[in-house]
């Protein structure tokens, strides 16, 4: 069976950097991903938004390239935002503590929308 | 009465709603061991897909740290005996490239002797003074809690997975140390066998190497024996009659002298060519030959080398004749190893072609390269000879090449300059009915032949 391809789209608005993830995250996506993330680094976003609607597999490699980014926005006083995770992506990130570090939410809108609250709680 | 009653009730709901959560927090743990399960299948997949060691320790650690949610890690391994240890792949460290390659084999000897997977905190480290001064105890110190999961092969510790604590915050409990110890286990085994695999392509490249020294060293054999027979044929002869010339001084006529004299010194002039050619052949084949490219015009040097030979065709009533293009473009080669090459192959032509034969000369553009044919209606070569034609000192066996000698040399000269011009030269032939040597060069222009 062939890997489908992993494709990614990105915008900023609300100093949140939106990553729309498509595809499989595996460690050949690390690249791409740290690359659309340092492209944006002089923009100064405050919030990352990583959404999980389009993806359909991860693997513990994957796992590990959403760890490092945990690891940077951490360092740079970022926060991580976790949007329409499935029920098992969301199981698997509690299992391994991804959830400690980022916020959860159904949608890309109601990350926006919680922002600010999130941001000062 | 309704205490009585109730008070079961909520017993028998309280005990449900912890056999419930009992039952969650199972299969929270099963969920855990199928992830755990679902992980060492990846792993083994993922892995067998290179026989890289790097690319495939990158691998085992990524999807190691991965499924416990770890943020530093880092493999070392014993790449190879002149080398030893080396960090061969590192995530999350903060340590640099550069300080990573400059932790040495003995940073790791603390390692060596360990053969279990197992935590170590700093403390435990700095029992060990030699490794409080290396840049690797530095990046463990900033670790609060790390493990050492030995990669074993054959009982011996060929390096290890090092990794930080989990960013859940949950200690690592022993199936976590066990699955690790699998999965090193997994990983000892892979780069064994890319060890083997990159092994073997070694072993087999060297083969290659060795088979190929030893038919250079047979060819050399061959050709050296073939040159000492080829030499010592005149040389007999000088020699030969040399002696017949000094014993028979007194009784021999004056013209069976001059005889002898003649077949000495024919001999010489044999002798001398074939030492000529095979120092021609040496150095075009060992470069040591410049071409002595120009723009010149290849149809005139064609042109030439017919007109030269002219007399010798007339002299067996051969006729000699040609088929040109109007015009061909100047272009860059060497105007007098061309000539050499245009002789070489009439000359054949002339000497293989019965007399009242003919010789013809084609010459064509195919693309960017000219294309030249010398077609006799000679003798031909049988088919047997004619994958050998090009061989130095092969001769066909017949009664033109022995009665009329060369040196046996012309043909590899012809090609080694054909091919000295990026070119190629093959042979076309009907035993009986004639042969045809054709060339084909490319018309480079001076940029191209400098690049």
């Known amino acids: 069976m062939e890997t489908p391809e992993f494709k990614f789209s990105s915008n900023l608005q609300k100093k949140t950097l939106i990553i729309e993830l498509n595809g499989d995250i595996t460690d050949s996506c690390e690249e791409t991903i740290f690359a659309i993330y340092e492209s944006h680094s002089a923009s100064k976003f405050e919030n990352l938004i990583l959404d999980f609607s389009s993806v359909h597999y991860i693997n513990s490699a994957g796992i590990?390239?959403?760890?490092n980014l945990v690891t940077k926005t951490r360092q740079k006083e970022q926060h991580l935002i976790i949007t329409n995770p499935s029920e098992y992506f969301l199981k698997i990130f509690t299992m391994i503590g991804l959830t400690r570090y980022s916020n959860i939410h159904k949608s890309i809108d109601e990350a926006l929308a919680n922002?600010?609250?999130?941001?000062n709680s | 009465m309704t205490d009585d009653v109730t008070r079961p009730l909520i017993k028998e709901n309280e005990q449900l709603k912890a056999q419930i959560k009992e039952l969650e927090r199972k299969k929270w743990e099963l969920d855990k061991k199928i992830f755990e399960l679902k992980?060492?299948?990846?792993?083994?997949?993922?892995?067998?897909?290179?026989?890289?060691i790097r690319s495939m320790l990158k691998i085992f650690l990524s999807m190691t740290m991965g499924t416990f949610g770890i943020s530093k890690g880092l493999i070392v391994i014993d790449q190879d005996r002149e080398t030893g240890w080396e960090v061969v792949t590192a995530?999350?460290?903060d340590l640099s490239e550069e300080v990573l390659q400059k932790i040495t084999l003995n940073d790791f000897d603390l390692f060596k002797n360990l053969t279990d997977t197992c935590p170590m905190d700093s403390d435990t480290l700095a029992e060990t003074p030699e490794l409080l001064a290396t840049p690797?105890?530095?990046w463990l110190k900033s670790v609060p809690l790390y493990i050492w999961v030995p990669i074993v092969i054959d009982g011996e510790v060929i390096g290890g997975i090092c990794v930080g604590e989990k960013i859940s915050g949950e200690p690592f409990i022993e199936e976590n140390l066990n699955l690790l110890s699998i999965i090193?286990?997994?990983?000892?085994?892979?780069?064994?066998?890319?060890?083997?695999?990159?092994?073997n392509i070694e072993k087999e490249r060297?083969?290659?190497e060795n088979e190929e020294l030893k038919r250079l060293d047979k060819k050399k054999s061959e050709f050296v024996n073939m040159v000492a027979h080829e030499l010592r044929t005149p040389l007999t002869s000088i020699s030969g009659f040399s002696e017949l010339m000094i014993k028979k001084a007194d009784t021999k006529s004056r013209d069976a002298l001059k005889k002898y004299s003649k077949i000495i010194f024919h001999e010489s002039d044999r002798l001398r060519r074939i030492i000529n050619d095979l120092l021609d052949l040496s150095r075009i084949r060992s470069g040591k030959v410049e071409m002595e490219k120009q723009m010149a015009d290849l149809l005139s040097v064609i042109e030439m080398s017919i007109a030269n030979v002219q007399l010798h065709a007339e002299k067996k009533k051969i006729s000699l004749s040609e088929n040109f293009p109007e015009k061909i473009d100047l272009f860059y080669f060497d105007k007098d190893k061309m000539t050499q090459v245009m002789l070489n192959l009439l000359s054949n032509a002339i000497k293989y072609t019965p007399d009242g034969g003919h010789v013809t000369v084609n010459v064509s553009l195919k693309g960017n390269d000219v294309q030249c044919a010398v077609t006799d209606t000679g003798v031909g070569i049988p088919k047997g000879d004619l994958s050998k034609i090009f061989e130095e000192f092969h001769r066909v066996n017949n009664e033109i090449s022995r009665t009329e000698r060369g040196t046996g040399l012309g043909l590899p000269i012809t090609k080694s300059i054909v091919e000295a011009h990026d070119g190629i030269l093959w042979v076309e032939s009907e035993e009986g009915?004639?042969?045809?040597f054709i060339f084909r060069i490319p018309m480079l222009e001076e940029t191209e032949t400098e690049d």
């Open chain 1, 64 to 67: 590990a390239v959403l760890i």
């Open chain 2, 39 to 52: 992980v060492l299948y990846e792993i083994a997949k993922e892995t067998t897909t290179t026989q890289d």
């Open chain 2, 184 to 199: 090193a286990s997994n990983c000892a085994l892979n780069v064994r066998n890319a060890k083997l695999f990159q092994e």
């Open chain 2, 433 to 436: 009915k004639g042969s045809s």
């Open chain 2, 206 to 208: 060297i083969q290659r």
């Open chain 1, 115 to 119: 922002i600010g609250e999130e941001n």
């Open chain 2, 91 to 93: 995530r999350g460290v």
């Open chain 2, 136 to 138: 690797l105890y530095s």
